[in-house]
């Protein structure tokens, strides 16, 4: 593994995060344990029928792209714990688990602790709004999360590509949540009770003109950066370029975990692979939001069983009722 960023190669992995807010990691995960995660996401999600939650904090069915991926991201896979579902999470899990990630975030951070993991994404041809994690997610006391963008597949020139802003790690926002507002929208960045903070940020570049950092990565690579620091994704030019990959953001022990107003209460915690992880019964959630389809898929079922005794039993007489 070696570091890198804008100013080239890292050589002091350390003190290059704690002034920049970001740093890329190279050759970090293993294909092995890429595979098994991509593998089973191609096999049981893109065909699925089902709805998952969303990074617009909605249960939805996959939105298919015309080159054949999902734009709606997944939002806390890591969270299912029973059937594919659940073996999909296992396979996140054990791969955001590994040594070294977990050795990075503890030497970019100074941090000699273990990290608990809060919130996972999954992205395959979505594209994501410049924001700060902090409005939405961060450490409490704030400014101590840490979030991975981990490379799946190789990212080229001409696709989209995770990005930052140097530097902008320094920009305070001084937006409010906007707590008249629905809290849905269309953009899954700007649900309404945080669109004070997206126009915020949106004023700032256009003002300030930073230059975007984007670079092409290779499958096993890890875009680490801080809360602060403006990010995103950028679609790239060849709409036929997708981007597997997970998101999975940390926050050290020690600290509570909340965003830039509050603490948020998480009551739940689980523990496999060495990593403790937020949970949520998932589970439980996509059962009841599944409801319908797992009636139909039992009619389904129960119709070709009945097919199958009626042609065995046609030669008797007997129907099966």
Same mark, same amino acid.
Request: charge should be positive; proline fraction near 6%.
């Given at each position: 593994?070696?570091?890198? +960023?804008?100013?080239?190669?890292?050589?002091? *992995?350390?003190?290059?995060?704690?002034?920049?807010?970001?740093?890329?990691?190279?050759?970090?995960?293993?294909?092995?344990?890429?595979?098994?995660?991509?593998?089973?996401?191609?096999?049981?999600?893109? #065909?699925?029928?089902?709805?998952?939650?969303?990074?617009?904090?909605?249960?939805?069915?996959?939105?298919?792209?015309?080159?054949?991926?999902?734009?709606?991201?997944?939002?806390?896979?890591?969270?299912?714990?029973?059937?594919?579902?659940?073996?999909?999470?296992?396979?996140?899990?054990?791969?955001?688990?590994?040594?070294?990630?977990?050795?990075?975030?503890?030497?970019?951070?100074?941090?000699?602790?273990?990290?608990?993991?809060?919130?996972?994404?999954?992205?395959?041809?979505?594209?994501?709004?410049? !924001?700060?994690?902090?409005?939405?997610?961060?450490?409490?006391?704030?400014?101590?999360?840490?979030?991975?963008?981990?490379?799946?597949?190789?990212?080229?020139?001409? +696709?989209?590509?995770?990005?930052?802003?140097?530097?902008?790690?320094?920009?305070?926002?001084?937006?409010?949540?906007?707590?008249?507002?629905?809290?849905?929208?269309?953009?899954?960045?700007?649900?309404?009770?945080?669109?004070?903070?997206?126009?915020?940020?949106?004023?700032?570049?256009?003002?300030?003109? #930073?230059?975007?950092?984007? *670079? #092409?990565?290779?499958?096993?690579?890890?875009?680490?950066?801080?809360?602060?620091?403006? !990010?995103?994704?950028?679609?790239?030019?060849? #709409?036929?370029?997708?981007?597997?990959?997970?998101?999975? !953001?940390?926050?050290?022990?020690?600290?509570?975990?909340?965003?830039?107003?509050?603490?948020?209460?998480?009551?739940?915690?689980?523990?496999?692979?060495?990593?403790?992880?937020?949970?949520?019964?998932?589970?439980?959630?996509?059962?009841?939001?599944?409801?319908?389809?797992?009636?139909?898929?039992?009619?389904?079922?129960?119709?070709?069983?009945?097919?199958?005794?009626?042609?065995?039993?046609?030669?008797? +007489?007997?129907?099966?009722?």
């Amino acid at each position: 593994m070696f570091f890198f +960023g804008h100013l080239g190669e890292i050589t002091d *992995p350390q003190q290059f995060f704690r002034e920049q807010e970001y740093i890329v990691c190279r050759g970090a995960l293993v294909d092995q344990a890429i595979n098994s995660v991509v593998d089973l996401y191609r096999t049981h999600i893109i #065909p699925s029928k089902r709805k998952y939650f969303r990074q617009g904090s909605r249960w939805e069915r996959n939105q298919m792209t015309l080159n054949g991926g999902v734009s709606n991201a997944l939002l806390n896979p890591h969270s299912y714990e029973r059937g594919s579902d659940g073996r999909f999470a296992d396979r996140i899990l054990k791969l955001v688990s590994t040594s070294a990630v977990r050795q990075t975030l503890s030497l970019i951070s100074g941090k000699p602790v273990d990290f608990t993991l809060y919130q996972t994404m999954f992205f395959d041809h979505a594209t994501t709004e410049p !924001h700060q994690d902090w409005c939405y997610l961060d450490s409490r006391p704030n400014g101590h999360l840490i979030a991975g963008w981990m490379a799946l597949q190789d990212i080229l020139p001409e +696709g989209i590509r995770f990005y930052v802003y140097p530097g902008t790690h320094r920009f305070v926002p001084h937006a409010t949540y906007n707590q008249d507002a629905d809290f849905y929208d269309p953009s899954p960045i700007s649900f309404g009770i945080f669109k004070n903070f997206a126009n915020e940020i949106r004023d700032y570049l256009a003002s300030e003109r #930073p230059e975007m950092y984007a *670079p #092409p990565l290779q499958k096993g690579d890890i875009f680490f950066w801080g809360s602060r620091i403006i !990010h995103g994704s950028t679609p790239g030019t060849d #709409p036929r370029l997708r981007r597997l990959s997970i998101a999975a !953001h940390f926050v050290p022990d020690g600290f509570r975990f909340g965003n830039l107003e509050r603490d948020i209460i998480v009551p739940y915690y689980r523990e496999r692979y060495g990593l403790r992880y937020a949970y949520v019964d998932m589970d439980n959630y996509s059962k009841k939001q599944n409801r319908g389809l797992v009636s139909r898929s039992a009619r389904r079922l129960a119709g070709r069983v009945k097919r199958r005794l009626n042609a065995m039993w046609a030669g008797s +007489g007997t129907e099966a009722s």
